[in-house]
């Protein structure tokens, strides 16, 4: 019988009491320090708080990656990991305190998070310490291959797997050939023996690793014998391991179940985090919007009369197609004007379109002491202003707050397929490229790289450190976003 993987807070129940635990005296410390009068319990406001957030911290808990590679990681990588978990656990119970409009206690609530990531640090180091001391659960494994295979199933399974902790006892070789064979302390056996069930029926074995070439016969009565033992069979689907994006899930299609491959497999709870965020972030643009339409708006249109905003079909998530919004800052011919101007593209190959000092811009006509434009165009360009209105489009969810630059339609048309890679997600309104030196960039493929880096890596710890290079990114002044 095999136990199948359950959801980390299940699997390590007990540093998920000890982080409930943690919690709770994170409560009670600000209660007593604070100097609220009475128990905390008893206090109905602190009661609730206390409520919220530990009903907050248990249903991230249940979907949550926080305990996955708990052993494998580090202190820094335990902290880094904390600090998201925190992060979550205050956007969870924060959005369900204002939309229920309860009291906020922002300087308790912060003090609360710091104790809690303080002893939640210490609880998971204590007990991590703890069951190394007393060694952690082995699985004993028996690895059916070919000679040429061993030492790449032997790296493999040995790679990364503190937690499984798989111990192999034993190699079947399908074949004759030996070469790959240098652990000397693990028996070596020809599947061909006819005494091996025989041998094998004495040993201690958890599970078969079925690891095999295109070119070998699969040996099914073999696995039958091992099922009829009551052994569990792993078989690799090793033609999946040739594809360049080797990410796999066993899902369901209708009524087939089906393997699934793709650049990145995101979790419902991470989706569901970050959609949040973006509404709480596109409520707050779309508002800094209006304060700056007040002051933007009439400069804008006593240079260039017409819309203040510029709408613009670009191409979304896996093509999808969007009017972006901007404030307009350049003249109402610029779309005509462009091909005129393609040869001053700084963008190698023409998918993308940047150039220094463009004249479509309103008021680059008038230059300052050092010769660079100095126009109202120029102005909330420089200093992003421009990029407001997309607030309204992550509201809508037609974008992200972090993600790729959407390309515009014609742009879209000329991608080769290996450029499409960019849009398998959402757009943002600014992401990897633009935080990596965005107006030093010329090639066309390094932005695609990046890219492409962004999604197949991504994260919300990722997110949070492009939010912050932005920002910093902006203060300097340095290119646009």
Same mark, same amino acid.
Request: proline residues 3%; neutral net charge.
């Given at each position: 019988?095999?136990?199948?993987?359950?959801?980390?807070?299940?699997?390590?129940?007990?540093?998920?009491?000890?982080?409930?635990?943690?919690?709770?005296?994170?409560?009670?410390?600000?209660?007593?320090?604070?100097?609220?009068?009475?128990?905390?319990?008893?206090?109905?406001?602190?009661?609730?708080?206390?409520?919220?957030?530990?009903?907050?911290?248990?249903?991230?808990?249940?979907?949550?990656?926080?305990?996955?590679?708990?052993?494998?990681?580090?202190?820094?990588?335990?902290?880094?990991?904390?600090?998201?978990?925190?992060?979550?656990?205050?956007?969870?119970?924060?959005?369900?305190?204002?939309?229920?409009?309860?009291?906020?206690?922002?300087?308790?609530?912060?003090?609360?998070?710091?104790?809690?990531?303080?002893?939640?640090?210490?609880?998971?180091?204590?007990?991590?310490?703890?069951?190394?001391?007393?060694?952690?659960?082995?699985?004993?494994?028996?690895?059916?291959?070919?000679?040429?295979?061993?030492?790449?199933? $032997?790296?493999?399974?040995?790679?990364?797997?503190?937690?499984?902790?798989?111990?192999?006892?034993?190699?079947?070789?399908?074949?004759?050939?030996?070469?790959?064979?240098?652990?000397?302390?693990?028996?070596?056996?020809?599947?061909?023996?006819?005494?091996?069930?025989?041998?094998?029926?004495?040993?201690?074995?958890?599970?078969?690793?079925?690891?095999?070439?295109?070119?070998?016969?699969?040996?099914?009565? $073999?696995?039958?014998?091992?099922?009829?033992?009551?052994?569990?069979?792993?078989?690799?689907?090793?033609?999946?391991?040739?594809?360049?994006?080797?990410?796999?899930?066993?899902?369901? +299609?209708?009524?087939?179940?089906? +393997?699934?491959?793709?650049?990145?497999? &995101?979790?419902?709870?991470?989706?569901?985090?970050?959609? &949040?965020?973006?509404?709480?972030?596109?409520?707050?643009?779309?508002?800094?919007?209006?304060?700056?339409?007040?002051? &933007?708006?009439?400069?804008?249109?006593?240079?260039?009369?017409?819309?203040?905003?510029?709408?613009?079909?670009?191409?979304?998530?896996?093509?999808?197609?969007?009017?972006?919004?901007?404030?307009?800052?350049?003249?109402?011919?610029?779309?005509?004007?462009?091909?005129?101007?393609?040869?001053?593209?700084?963008?190698?190959?023409?998918?993308?379109?940047?150039?220094?000092?463009?004249?479509?811009?309103?008021?680059?006509?008038?230059?300052?002491?050092?010769?660079?434009?100095?126009?109202?165009?120029?102005?909330?360009?420089?200093?992003?202003?421009?990029?407001?209105?997309?607030?309204?489009?992550?509201?809508?969810?037609?974008?992200? +707050?972090?993600?790729?630059?959407?390309?515009?339609?014609?742009?879209?048309?000329?991608?080769?397929?290996?450029?499409?890679?960019?849009?398998?997600?959402?757009?943002?309104?600014?992401?990897?490229?633009?935080?990596?030196?965005?107006?030093?960039?010329?090639?066309?493929?390094?932005? &695609?790289?990046?890219?492409?880096?962004?999604?197949?890596?991504?994260?919300?710890?990722?997110?949070?450190?492009?939010?912050?290079?932005?920002?910093?990114?902006? $203060?300097?002044?340095?290119?646009?976003?």
């Amino acid at each position: 019988m095999h136990r199948k993987s359950s959801d980390s807070a299940i699997q390590h129940w007990d540093f998920t009491l000890l982080d409930m635990l943690a919690m709770q005296l994170s409560f009670l410390v600000a209660h007593l320090i604070l100097g609220h009068e009475g128990f905390m319990y008893a206090n109905p406001t602190c009661r609730m708080q206390a409520l919220i957030f530990f009903s907050a911290q248990m249903a991230l808990g249940m979907h949550s990656e926080t305990y996955d590679h708990i052993y494998s990681r580090d202190s820094f990588a335990e902290i880094m990991m904390l600090l998201v978990n925190v992060a979550e656990i205050w956007i969870l119970g924060g959005v369900f305190m204002l939309l229920n409009q309860l009291p906020v206690n922002i300087a308790e609530l912060l003090f609360v998070s710091l104790t809690y990531l303080n002893l939640t640090f210490f609880f998971r180091v204590w007990n991590k310490r703890r069951h190394m001391a007393k060694g952690l659960p082995v699985r004993k494994t028996v690895i059916i291959t070919t000679g040429s295979q061993v030492r790449k199933a $032997l790296h493999k399974i040995r790679l990364n797997v503190s937690e499984a902790n798989y111990e192999v006892t034993g190699i079947l070789l399908m074949d004759d050939n030996m070469e790959g064979i240098k652990d000397k302390d693990i028996p070596v056996y020809k599947v061909s023996n006819e005494n091996i069930l025989d041998e094998i029926s004495h040993w201690w074995i958890d599970d078969v690793f079925l690891l095999l070439d295109e070119k070998s016969e699969y040996p099914r009565e $073999l696995i039958d014998d091992f099922l009829l033992m009551g052994i569990t069979v792993h078989t690799s689907l090793s033609v999946l391991d040739d594809f360049a994006y080797s990410k796999t899930d066993v899902q369901e +299609l209708g009524e087939y179940k089906v +393997l699934t491959n793709s650049i990145k497999f &995101v979790s419902n709870r991470a989706s569901m985090i970050k959609r &949040v965020v973006d509404i709480m972030a596109g409520i707050a643009g779309v508002i800094v919007t209006g304060i700056i339409y007040i002051f &933007v708006a009439p400069a804008i249109y006593i240079k260039s009369p017409g819309p203040i905003f510029f709408a613009q079909t670009r191409i979304g998530q896996n093509g999808r197609t969007f009017k972006m919004y901007k404030f307009r800052s350049m003249y109402m011919d610029a779309e005509k004007r462009k091909a005129e101007l393609m040869a001053k593209n700084k963008i190698e190959g023409g998918l993308m379109f940047k150039m220094d000092d463009d004249p479509r811009i309103i008021g680059s006509e008038k230059k300052g002491k050092d010769g660079k434009p100095k126009g109202i165009g120029n102005f909330i360009r420089n200093t992003s202003l421009d990029e407001f209105p997309q607030f309204i489009n992550v509201l809508k969810g037609d974008m992200s +707050l972090i993600g790729t630059r959407p390309p515009t339609v014609d742009e879209w048309n000329h991608y080769d397929l290996h450029h499409r890679v960019r849009m398998s997600a959402k757009p943002g309104i600014t992401g990897m490229w633009q935080v990596s030196g965005r107006s030093k960039i010329t090639d066309f493929e390094q932005v &695609v790289a990046l890219d492409q880096y962004y999604i197949e890596h991504w994260s919300l710890w990722l997110d949070i450190k492009i939010l912050i290079k932005t920002v910093m990114v902006v $203060l300097k002044n340095d290119g646009a976003m």
